[in-house]
């Protein structure tokens, strides 16, 4: 029986208005190449880097929130090695005395989270001859967060990054969205037959969440298969290939050692001042985990469908808004709409919630509606549309043209004795044990009614009618 140890190393750009060291424009989404450069970023001889506050604060938000202790002072420090998207031919990062240190997410210690500047990006040309170097990118913030080797298996590593970026997201320090790059997961992998750690392979700057599932999974299979025949599996970094589904090799996997650190002579300690740390613990908020408990005790969900809601901290915030301003509705009928019909709208015109046309208020009106019994299902689904078209209330709309289902049993009761006389043939075959017929006559009746009718009620005076 072999045993799995995995630590994670996660990279995630942070959301600030400037790099790292220098006051160019922070915009991950820019297409134009090296626009947003200037001498500090492209290293010219001589220019000094300035340390981004905004960058600083955001670290210790993060550590705040995973109860890490905060590292006061701490330092930068230069990380030497070659890249042609490394400009100054080292990176300013941090190593022994780190922003943040310990701390736990999943039941996964932590080691650390550093702050770091990011390369720049290569674009190699179609020819398979040419590459160019963008250097918008380089040095953006970059957080790096390094675990334990607590992490046993690609779904508990899985689940651990999933929770990070909502983390991220929460404390709306960065977006970290895998697709743009702006998070990256970069894997340790050891498999040993005793409790000894194997050498590791680290897999690097994996970028979506089921390509970390994949990646670890088939590199876990793949340190077995040389352990089964023998071999020692070499300490190594590997690529991803999406395409074959399987790892490949890079390069021999450098040490710390290796990279020659020295402190960074041209930036000074950071210390946090007392009244910053107190300001930034204020701003930490209800967290996922505990959000996602608080739901199900406090709205009666199901676990799934709390985390729904907290997938998205503004979905939320809309639930919790709905559910404040609603009177009859139940949290799991605002639920229901909000989650289905009304993100069905959102979606569908590419938008997001805080976008949306239809506000926390006009949902929470309709729904009442709907708990009351004034508006059967389709007919509210037809109303939320109008009211996403036009923009109007619930109420704005009804007045204009009465849609409100009918339950006053006299009105009904009217209707019904009509369709019974109107419908003799229907009547006697109900009576000989067709029960297709009593749907007929129910469906009689709504037409009459344009659709306005209760369908159970008619469904029971009619069943009345009929045993006379």
Sequence with gaps: MYKTTIGLEIHAELKTESKMFCSCKNDPDEKTPNLNICPICLAHPGVLPTINKKAVESIVKVGLALGSKIGSPSKFDRKNYFYPDLPKGYQISQYDEPLVVGGSLNGVKLTRVHLEEDTARLQHGSDGKSSYVDYNRASLPLMELVTNPDIKSADEAYDFAKELQLILRYLEVSDADMEKGQMRVEPNISVSKTDKLGD??????????????????????????VLEAGEKVKQETRGWDET????????????????????????????????????????IPELPADKR??????????????????????????????????????????FNYLTSDLLSLVNSAGLKITESKISPQHLASLVDLAEAGTLNSRKAKDLLKRMWDTGLSTEEILSQEDITQIGDEGVLKETVVRIIEANPKAVEDYRKGKEVSLQFLVGKAMGELKGRGNPELLKKLFLEYLAK
């Design 293 to 334: 408990k608080r739901f199900v005790s406090e709205y009666s969900l199901n676990d799934d469908q709390a985390s729904t809601l907290t997938a998205d901290r503004y979905l939320a915030a809309y639930f919790e808004e709905a559910n404040s301003e609603k009177e009859k509705a139940t949290p799991q009928l605002i």
């Design 200 to 225: 590791k392979v680290e897999l690097k700057n994996i970028n979506s969440f089921s390509a970390v599932k994949n990646a670890i999974a088939y590199e876990v299979d793949r340190q077995i298969k």
């Design 244 to 283: 074959k589904m399987e790892t490949f090799s890079q390069r021999t996997k450098e040490n710390a050692h290796d990279y020659r650190y020295i402190p960074e002579p041209d930036l000074p300690p950071v210390e946090i001042p007392a009244e910053i740390m107190e300001s930034l613990k204020i701003e």
